[in-house]
């Protein structure tokens, strides 16, 4: 089969035809929040790169503006990107750079193509222009090299307050891009940082430092998303400038959109912040710990991130796709159980004592033919939703005056039922003879089988089940969150499901897939839901 390459991959096969021995990627987070399933496009692409090219990708935390960033988020990041199953070849930090990028900015001065700027952030933006209108040079932008130096080193050393003077790159405030007006590349904050405390009080900009950081370490391919695609003219002068003429190459793709979620960290902060979720690994969250504690595989993470692949326009991709993905993987590795997540008594009266009953644990796994046994007694739980006394068309399940089929078990012929109160409380049953697969009634034409649990051998369980934080329609994420997202049922299950560790994960049958959260809460063993069975992509 002919190898096929994505524009990425085309780029990169032309540049090793050229001169390009080893390729070496980053992926780049900033400690400022957890990684979402967006960041695992870019981590699938970056270390694929590593992979397929037998090359190299490092993890570089991109931390240079210690205001929003903190040890926290470097740990779950790291734990994050393990879990995915990637291995960076070096774990770089930007801020180790510190040093070497205010050479680089002395270096910048030198030459003439820096200057220490008077105006405050608000008087730079007044005079950045528009996209019709050239910009207004500052009147700091004539200092001679000298003054530049002495007042560089003077932010550094403290002389100023906060935001009172910056250092701006010397361009051009007539350039199409405004980026390139002169942009701001170090800052004054008396902020401490996570890893460098207080030795510094200036602070590099990202236009800077991140150009700069994939410099020094070397870096071919500094692949990121769209919304950098303007800020390329900017990364490469910086690059030339500083003096790394065959530095990285820039590269941008399409960032991943989902409906009916978000993909910002800033804004899964608020939901943290604020109480809408309990925490960055709340298993509602589009967070990689998030995905993890619902259960989601992180194989099939990655199966879904090479399905979607690396396009250079922004869409967004139906979350059903995702679930597809989830499901597909899940048919075939998670084990069955039977739980019922309404139970509802039934008695079989011509039940003497039990019946051992086998069940395959995985029917869609060929290579598993392992079956446990299910103990079938005289009282049963099935699901409430599974009976009903008044039928609407179409009702496959239990009825007064039909038959049912127990999943791995006998056909059931129904006698009798009591209510209380308009609510139906027990269902009174007789079993068909030899009507288990493989007897000789076990022909009989029954058009529903529904799961069961044996009253004297389950367990309590615990089942929560969610919905998406964001309403389907437009505009702002704030006022389409969904506040009823959470649902949870007293169910009861197989008895061996109490024993579930953390992140087993099960096919409920008939219902989806679940997680063990390996906890009880008030003595029942706690299962989120992964997905339904149901799959609604088109
Ligand atoms: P956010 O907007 O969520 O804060 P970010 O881009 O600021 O994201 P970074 O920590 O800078 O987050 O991201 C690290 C890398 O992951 C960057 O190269 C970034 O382009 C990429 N990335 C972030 N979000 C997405 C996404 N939704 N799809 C693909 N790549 C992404
Ligand atoms: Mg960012």
Known sequence: MEEKFNFIEEIINKD???????????FPPEPNGFLHIGHAKSLCINFGMKDKYKGECNLRFDDTNPIKEDEEYVKSIKEDIKWLGFKWDRELYASDYFDRMYESAVLLIKKGLAYVCDMSAEQIRENRGTLTQPGKESPSRNRSIEENLRLFEEMKNGKFKDGEKVLRAKIDMASPNINMRDPVIYRISRTAHHRTKNKWIIYPLYDFAHPLSDCYEGITHSICTLEFEDHRPLYDWVKINCGYENGPKQIEFA??????????KRYLKKLVDEKVVNGWDDPRMPTLSGLRMRGVPPEAIKNFCAAIGVSKSNSEVDIALFEHF????????????MVVKRPLKLVIENLNGEEIMKSRNNPMDENDLSQRDVILTSEIYIDSEDFSPNPPPKYHRLVPGGMVRLKDSYILEYLSHTEKDGKVTEVRTRLIEDSVSGGKNSSIKVK??????SAKYSSDLLVKEYDYLINEGEGDFSERLNFETEKIYNAKGEAFLSESKLY????????????ACGKKENGKAVFNCICSLKDSYK
Do not use: H, P
Not at 16 to 26: A, L, N, S, V
Not at 448 to 453: D, E, K, R, S
């Open 504 to 515: 087993d994960r099960f096919q409920f049958m008939r219902e989806g897939y679940y997680m």
């Open 448 to 453: 529903g089988v529904i799961q069961w649990v």
């Open 16 to 26: 090793i035809e050229k001169d390009c021995k080893k390729i070496i990627t980053r």
């Open 255 to 264: 960032r991943l959109n989902m409906t009916r979620t978000i993909m910002s």
């Open 326 to 337: 989830v499901r597909d993987y899940l048919n075939v590795k998670a084990k069955r159980a």
